[in-house]
């Protein structure tokens, strides 16, 4: 059953919400006073998420809002932009999500512990249309979330990056319950850089390949074009030990099985991984302004599946005894898979993205002062599924091994119309869920010169995506020693309905906040507590035993036994600190111009209220512990004539991970990143580096002899170890 909500409960909610947040603003020193309207202009650009007014700078702003440069993202080794903003962002988790399903294509990111859908993306200030991909399987944090795909964002587009640390659904509407992020694209009309860069895994495996541009032209006198483009090409990794089962096959003297390991953990093979981004604008008078950006990008991945063990129940298509399922064809053959493969088989899955968006819109200001942003946005994502190295038992010895799975499209059309308000709100009506209001209250005080206090107070919701009431999906997920087929349906369908399933519901949130920002010479630091009530939020239920087939069935399949739903099964809390600290040390050096950038996070959830049908002690943990605690790191920046460089201290807190009916708790980690670079001839860049310099792994997988996995496969500092890599960059 789903939980029960109660429309007064919401209500009261809302106002407890904004009644703390005046409590707030009246309990604070009688010669604190607000900032004034007029007060620093120090960014230089239109705007910074996360305020209404005009230009402002971090330290400056009621919320928390990270400002990265565009080269902090360009000088890395790493390319996947998830990657990269793990690094920068520090309440920002992904992982390396191996044998995930479609998870391990488009991986599902957190920002401050909650799920990936729940934090809204944006591109030069317009909402990014959601991936096709939704996470039927991943680290329990996202299961059934529906996400962006940032790794479609070529690093070398962009100015910056500008990551609110706060709900933000008062401005910007569904999603933003835990923030929200802004790529700004690069907008110069001249000049550009080409670069190509080349890496490896100290264990030999991994290669990549990549060469990007970027170009800036002049359109008429007032007007640019920006175009962005990238390639990569990159070899998979292999983190496996051979699993007890497959060493008894070949011990017992079965030389079909495939060596050295039968099952494969690793990062998938990535081919012809194509970005393309044009940014442009024109200004027509001194009061507007047209604007116009979009990207097309590409790439194939493929990665293993679960190994089909030729003997024993640890494949698919078996009977109730765990023997391989016999076929009587319509000659009177009977057939059984491993006639065909009898060292067993491990299936490849295969995955085409293609995505697309446009962007077309004007901005200006009236006499008035009322400045205004309309613009229209679609995008769209597709990804085809394939699968190879398997077979259909049911069409005997001649059944291909390659099959075509279908495709999942979404496709996004956002209409807009921005004007500038003193207070924020939102109201907004959805044929499905019906109306929701929405409201924020945020403030910064300058206690003394140097030192302020902001905080906030507001709610926020998150619709549910269309995929997420319609998709229909099979996945092999390995449970209790074995291989089942779980079949995921609408809440819709007779099974799911049969079994108490009701219509979707938005998630609602209530968030309060909570910084300080001090500033005294070189020294910059934020520090900003937060605490996030998710109600109603949006899961997978539990995996019921399907008992008979009911006419006008979701599932038909033979072999799927089992099926879940989505609904609204439970409420969570997470609250955590960030701390962001920079020091420019560049006096203590004497020569050059040198910077410590420290940033920290701690995060803590938990479930509060849940729906038995949903959550069992086993998926609770996986939401409250998934994720580590803590992380941390530290980046030196230094400078000096033609040379520089920087020095990355990276740690991992531990967590936690099931294993079938237990869990296992890997230990933190620490990680060390280099980097040197020289610039010859003022346009001639040369850089070598290394990430995980020291070659560091998660702790052994104490059941890897019966997964196959060499490391824990949610580890969130990664599976790969030690890349080393060098980069030659022209610029002109």
Same mark, same amino acid.
């Given at each position: ?55 402002? #700078? ?129 907008? #110069? ?8 860069? @080349? ?31 990238? @390639? ?32 494969? @953990? ?127 038992? #049911? ?31 939102? @109201? ?305």
């Amino acid at each position: 059953m789903n939980l029960q909500k109660s429309t007064n409960c919401q209500r009261i909610i809302h106002v407890l919400g904004v009644v703390m947040a005046v409590l707030f603003l009246c309990v604070l020193p009688g010669n604190v006073q607000a900032q004034s309207e007029s007060e620093a202009v120090l960014l230089p650009y239109i705007y910074v998420i996360g305020s209404r007014r005009p230009v402002r #700078s971090t330290t400056d702003t009621a919320s928390p809002v990270d400002v990265i440069a565009g080269e902090d993202f360009t000088d890395q080794g790493t390319a996947d932009m998830s990657n990269l903003l793990r690094t920068l962002v520090p309440s920002y988790n992904v992982g390396p999500n191996p044998i995930t399903d479609a998870a391990t294509f488009i991986r599902p990111a957190n920002l401050r512990g909650l799920a990936s859908d729940q934090s809204l993306v944006f591109v030069n200030g317009k909402r990014r249309h959601r991936a096709a991909v939704i996470t039927f399987l991943g680290n329990g944090v996202s299961e059934g979330a529906q996400g962006p795909d940032v790794s479609v964002i070529p690093a070398i587009a962009l100015d910056r990056v500008e990551v609110l640390r706060d709900s933000a659904s008062a401005q910007y509407g569904s999603d933003a319950i835990a923030g929200a992020i802004n790529f700004v694209l690069k907008d #110069s009309r001249d000049g550009g850089t080409i670069e190509t860069q @080349w890496g490896r895994t100290y264990e030999g495996d991994g290669t990549e390949y990549r060469g990007a541009f970027n170009v800036g032209v002049p359109v008429t006198e007032s007007g640019f074009a920006n175009l962005s483009a990238e @390639w990569r090409e990159s070899g998979p990794t292999v983190r496996s030990v051979q699993r007890d089962d497959v060493a008894q096959l070949i011990a017992a003297g079965n030389t079909h099985v495939r060596q050295p390991y039968a099952q494969i @953990w690793g990062s998938p093979d990535v081919d012809g991984d194509v970005k393309v981004f044009l940014n442009s604008g024109i200004e027509i008078s001194e009061h507007l302004e047209f604007y116009g950006f979009g990207n097309i990008a590409r790439r194939e991945t493929e990665g293993g599946f679960f190994f089909r063990n030729p003997e024993t129940r640890r494949g698919v298509n078996v009977d109730g005894d765990g023997n391989p399922l016999e076929y009587t064809l319509p000659s009177g053959e009977v057939f059984r898979w491993n006639q065909r493969f009898p060292g067993g088989f491990t299936p490849q899955f295969k995955g085409k993205i293609n995505d697309k968006a446009a962007t077309l819109g004007f901005r200006g200001s009236l006499a008035s002062g009322l400045t205004y942003d309309t613009s229209y946005t679609i995008g769209r994502s597709r990804v085809d599924f394939s699968i190879g190295d398997t077979i259909n038992s #049911s069409l005997g010895p001649e059944s291909p091994t390659q099959f075509e799975l279908g495709s999942y499209i979404q496709t996004d059309q956002t209409a807009n119309a921005d004007l500038t308000l003193g207070a924020m709100g939102r @109201w907004e009506k959805f044929d499905d869920f019906g109306s929701t209001t929405d409201g924020k209250l945020a403030a910064l005080f300058r206690v003394v010169p140097g030192l302020s206090l902001r905080g906030s107070a507001s709610t926020g919701f998150r619709v549910p995506t269309v995929g997420q009431q319609n998709v229909q999906n099979v996945s092999t997920e390995f449970q209790s020693g074995g291989l089942r087929q779980i079949g995921t349906i609408p809440a819709t369908c007779p099974e799911a309905r049969e079994v108490g399933a009701e219509p979707l519901e938005p998630e609602e949130s209530l968030t309060f906040a909570l910084g300080l920002v001090a500033e005294s010479g070189p020294v910059s630091l934020t520090a900003d507590y937060f605490n996030i009530r998710v109600n109603d939020r949006l899961g997978k239920s539990k995996d019921i035993e399907i008992s008979q087939r009911i006419p006008g069935s979701c599932l038909q399949a033979h072999d799927v036994l089992e099926f879940s739903y989505y609904g609204n099964g439970f409420d969570t809390r997470t609250k955590g600190i960030d701390i962001v600290a920079t020091i420019d040390v560049s006096s203590l050096l004497g020569h050059g111009e040198t910077r410590l950038i420290a940033v920290g996070n701690w995060t803590d959830t938990q479930v509060i209220r849940h729906d038995p049908d949903f959550l069992d002690e086993k998926r609770i943990l996986r939401l409250e512990k998934a994720l580590p605690d803590y992380r941390f790191n530290a980046t030196l920046h230094h400078g000096r004539n033609a040379w520089s460089g920087l020095l990355r201290l990276n740690y991992f807190g531990s967590y936690y991970q099931t294993f079938s009916d237990t869990f296992i708790r890997p230990g933190d980690e620490i990680t060390l990143d280099a980097e040197i670079s020289y610039l010859l001839m003022n346009s001639v860049e040369l850089s070598v580096g290394a990430e995980n310099i020291f070659n560091n792994f998660p702790d052994r997988h104490p059941y890897g002899n019966q997964t196959g996995a060499k490391y824990p496969e949610t580890s969130p500092m990664g599976l790969a170890g030690g890349f080393y890599y060098g980069r030659l960059r022209y610029l002109f």
